[in-house]
């Protein structure tokens, strides 16, 4: 009877508290452990945007349960790279059996999102709990502490077979339910279109679709997410609002909105409808009409340019011309001060020159100066003062020290004698009764360098020169600009735009100018067209990018200032704004500091004075001007600037899911501060910043 007792109380507790989670079922419980603590994730294998569950439980046995004080306490890990969310659960505990011994089991549940394909690792988690000394109610306690295991799971690509081509992203098990908040409106009035998509899954990670109404312009509105979960799975609902503008009167219908997504389930993409929806448009005061304007009701300030005109000048931070120029002006301060500097003496002739020099010379002195050579070269051989080697023989014995054979010492001994008494002789026609004493003197030092120790003679050092500075600049002097293809295929695309748009046809007119831009990127004109284009064909976002180029490369058109303030984005503040001056200036500026500088230094070094203080003023503060100048013509270029063109949520973090910012308006100007992917993380005025999709920006600077 009691074990049927206990049986049916565990199947009654089983049916209230639902089925029992994995980490219960599936867990290797230590029975010699009054605490045992696991961990476990399912599945192990998910798709992207597919919900994994991070399980924890503590199992406590019944005498654990009767001397633990307080509950347990466990730290879960973090989940780094996922998009994390807790679970409710059913019941504070669930009663379990394993192995014929009873537990008290506590779970925890998190729910986890990969947002790309890999490998995700979980680190373990750390359990804290204390159990008394002994049974006294003053008993000291015993701290412990357990770890679970560090568990992983695999993401994967949903398949791209069956791929429906306006899929977006979206992964689970949803339904769709459309609505308005009218059944009646007049044209030119909006109503709000509301789709709602409701289901399993991470709701946050829904994105918006796109939708189309021929008879109406759509425009986005707000979003609202309200995020639900059971104790196995996520869910909740998301709304997308829409403002709709009727432009046709009569009975109209909302097309039924289509969302795909994949099902994870059935492993197959499924497709969530909504109803189609009825509306009666009534005429109005205001009548939006689909066709654009006519091209005779265009205001004057909106006519084309007829003319492409000239390129605007580059960049000068960028000139080949202007690198080198300024490379150049402190290397001409150098070859300066190295030619100023004080000269060296110039070495004395060594004694192979001497004699060299008295070759063609046979008077009294040549031969004098031809033994003084002679001597001084072998005493640089020997080491010796001549002085102490007046002895018979003594030449011969320190020529032989050095290494140099026996004949050749004794002639060469031979010779200093003949020469001592040519030059001593109290004969004065002595010195003349020889010739040619040069070239003997040269032989007998080339016989002694030859056979003496080394392979060469220690001859003193030669004439330093001086050192000559080569400077190497390799400049790749490709001179910027269009190519005469591009010339020409940039005017014919500017020649098909003004056609177009004189016949009326503007969005053809703007792809034309579009065209011509891109192909001669310096043209003002080409830019300031696309921009009207675009305008008229109600094209916001390639009005602002058209004019706002047009303005940066021509920064005193007022007329462009006057087009711009058209746009509900502020224009004229913030990033927008463009200074009504060339932003080359600070460049110039600090070329021109920088060559004054170095010239001052040169002048300082070719009068001999001190030009180390004037030097370094002039690299120190010239660089600085160069940075700012620099910094402030690529601002003006709009190089790290985009322009939003389809708005959506700035993200906190580079992940559909994460939580929404404020909303940027078409045509806003905003700052690129770091690219991921497919996310570009951007500032915007007013402290607004986040993640964008890159798909929703165009850039607004770089040729």
């Known amino acids: 009877m009691v074990a049927?007792?206990?049986?049916?109380?565990?199947?009654?507790?089983?049916?209230?508290?639902?089925?029992?989670?994995?980490?219960?079922?599936?867990?290797?419980?230590?029975?010699?452990?009054?605490?045992?603590?696991?961990?476990?994730?399912?599945?192990?294998?998910?798709?992207?945007?597919?919900?994994?569950?991070?399980?924890?439980?503590?199992?406590?046995?019944?005498?654990?349960?009767?001397?633990?004080?307080?509950?347990?306490?466990?730290q879960p890990p973090e989940t780094r790279s996922l998009l994390s969310y807790d679970l409710r659960e059913s019941a504070p505990s669930i009663n379990t059996t394993v192995d014929g011994r009873p537990y008290e089991t506590h779970v925890f549940r998190r729910a986890v999102f990969p947002l790309t394909a890999g490998r995700y690792s979980i680190a373990q988690a750390r359990l804290s709990y204390a159990l008394p000394q002994t049974s006294s109610f003053f008993s000291r306690e015993e701290n412990f502490t357990l770890r679970s295991e560090a568990v992983a799971f695999v993401a994967i690509d949903p398949p791209e077979a069956g791929r429906p081509a306006d899929w977006t992203?979206?992964?689970?098990?949803?339904?769709?339910?459309?609505?308005?908040?009218?059944?009646?409106?007049?044209?030119?009035?909006?109503?709000?279109?509301?789709?709602?998509?409701?289901?399993?899954?991470?709701?946050?990670?829904?994105?918006?679709?796109?939708?189309?109404?021929?008879?109406?312009?759509?425009?986005?509105?707000?979003?609202?997410?309200?995020?639900?979960?059971?104790?196995?799975?996520?869910?909740?609902?998301?709304?997308?609002?829409?403002?709709?503008?009727?432009?046709?009167?009569?009975?109209?219908?909302?097309?039924?909105?289509?969302y795909p997504f994949f099902n994870p389930r059935s492993r197959r993409y499924d497709v969530a409808e909504s109803a189609p929806l009825n509306v009666r448009v009534a005429a109005g005061d205001v009548v939006i009409t689909t066709p654009p304007p006519d091209a005779a009701t265009v205001p004057e300030a909106m006519q084309l340019r007829t003319t492409m005109g000239a390129d605007a000048p580059r960049p000068i931070g960028n000139s080949p011309i202007v690198i080198a120029l300024l490379a150049l002006a402190p290397l001409a301060t150098l070859g300066t001060w190295i030619s100023r500097r004080p000269k060296r003496p110039r070495p004395l002739p060594t004694p192979r020159q001497r004699l060299e020099a008295l070759a063609d010379r046979t008077d009294e002195e040549a031969v004098r100066e031809t033994r003084r050579a002679l001597v001084d070269g072998l005493r640089h051989r020997t080491g010796l003062v001549a002085a102490s080697l007046t002895g018979p023989g003594a030449w011969t014995l320190a020529l032989r020290k050095a290494g140099v054979s026996s004949a050749s010492a004794a002639a060469v001994e031979a010779l200093v004698e003949a020469l001592d008494a040519a030059c001593f002789s109290a004969e004065p026609e002595r010195w003349a009764r020889g010739e040619g004493w040069s070239a003997q003197a040269r032989e007998a030092l080339r016989l002694v360098d030859g056979e003496a120790y080394g392979e060469s003679a220690r001859s003193p050092r030669s004439a330093q020169t001086a050192a000559a500075l080569a400077v190497a600049i390799g400049l790749a002097v490709a001179v910027p600009g269009s190519s005469a293809f591009a010339q020409v295929a940039a005017r014919d695309a500017f020649a098909l735009g003004t056609t177009a748009y004189a016949g009326g046809d503007y969005l053809r007119a703007a792809r034309h100018f579009a065209d011509a831009a891109h192909a001669a990127p310096r043209s003002a004109s080409?830019?300031?067209?696309?921009?009207?284009?675009?305008?008229?064909?109600?094209?916001?976002?390639?009005?602002?990018?058209?004019?706002?180029?047009?303005?940066?490369?021509?920064?005193?058109?007022?007329?462009?200032?006057?087009?711009?303030?058209?746009?509900?984005?502020?224009?004229?503040?913030?990033?927008?704004?463009?200074?009504?001056?060339?932003?080359?200036?600070?460049?110039?500026?600090?070329?021109?500091?920088?060559?004054?500088?170095?010239?001052?230094?040169?002048?300082?070094?070719?009068?001999?004075?001190?030009?180390?203080?004037?030097?370094?003023?002039?690299?120190?503060?010239?660089?600085?001007?160069?940075?700012?100048?620099?910094?402030?013509?690529?601002?003006?270029?709009?190089?790290?600037?985009?322009?939003?063109?389809?708005?959506?949520?700035?993200?906190?973090?580079?992940?559909?899911?994460?939580?929404?910012?404020?909303?940027?308006?078409?045509?806003?100007?905003?700052?690129?501060?770091?690219?991921?992917?497919?996310?570009?993380?951007?500032?915007?005025?007013?402290?607004?910043?986040?993640?964008?999709?890159?798909?929703?920006?165009?850039p607004l600077g770089g040729d």
């Not at 503590?58 to 633990?68: A, C, G, K, N, Y």
């Not at 109406?216 to 829409?242: C, I, N, Y």
């Open 4 to 74: 049927i007792g206990l049986a049916a109380l565990i199947a009654f507790q089983g049916a209230t508290q639902g089925p029992l989670p994995e980490v219960v079922t599936r867990s290797r419980i230590d029975p010699t452990r009054g605490v045992d603590f696991h961990a476990m994730v399912v599945p192990e294998t998910v798709y992207v945007g597919q919900q994994a569950t991070y399980q924890l439980g503590v199992f406590l046995d019944q005498e654990t349960r009767q001397r633990i004080r307080r509950n347990p306490e466990f």
């Open 526 to 698: 080409a830019w300031e067209n696309l921009g009207t284009a675009a305008f008229l064909a109600r094209d916001t976002a390639n009005a602002v990018l058209g004019w706002q180029r047009a303005l940066r490369l021509d920064p005193t058109n007022a007329d462009l200032r006057a087009l711009l303030s058209r746009i509900r984005a502020p224009q004229e503040s913030g990033l927008a704004r463009v200074p009504a001056i060339r932003g080359s200036w600070p460049i110039l500026l600090a070329i021109v500091f920088w060559i004054v500088g170095w010239t001052m230094s040169a002048r300082q070094c070719w009068r001999r004075r001190p030009a180390r203080r004037i030097g370094v003023i002039t690299a120190a503060l010239g660089a600085s001007l160069f940075t700012y100048g620099y910094r402030a013509e690529q601002r003006q270029e709009g190089v790290g600037l985009v322009v939003v063109a389809d708005p959506a949520p700035l993200r906190a973090v580079p992940a559909l899911g994460a939580d929404a910012r404020a909303t940027p308006m078409v045509g806003e100007i905003a700052e690129v501060v770091e690219r991921r992917g497919v996310w570009v993380h951007v500032r915007l005025d007013g402290a607004r910043d986040g993640w964008i999709p890159s798909e929703r920006v165009s």
């Open 169 to 258: 992203g979206a992964v689970g098990v949803w339904r769709g339910e459309a609505r308005i908040d009218t059944v009646r409106g007049r044209a030119g009035e909006p109503f709000v279109l509301t789709l709602r998509i409701e289901g399993q899954g991470n709701v946050t990670l829904l994105p918006r679709p796109r939708i189309a109404i021929d008879w109406a312009t759509v425009v986005t509105a707000d979003e609202r997410v309200r995020v639900d979960s059971t104790p196995s799975l996520l869910g909740g609902w998301k709304e997308f609002d829409w403002l709709v503008t009727p432009n046709q009167a009569g009975a109209q219908r909302v097309p039924v909105l289509r």
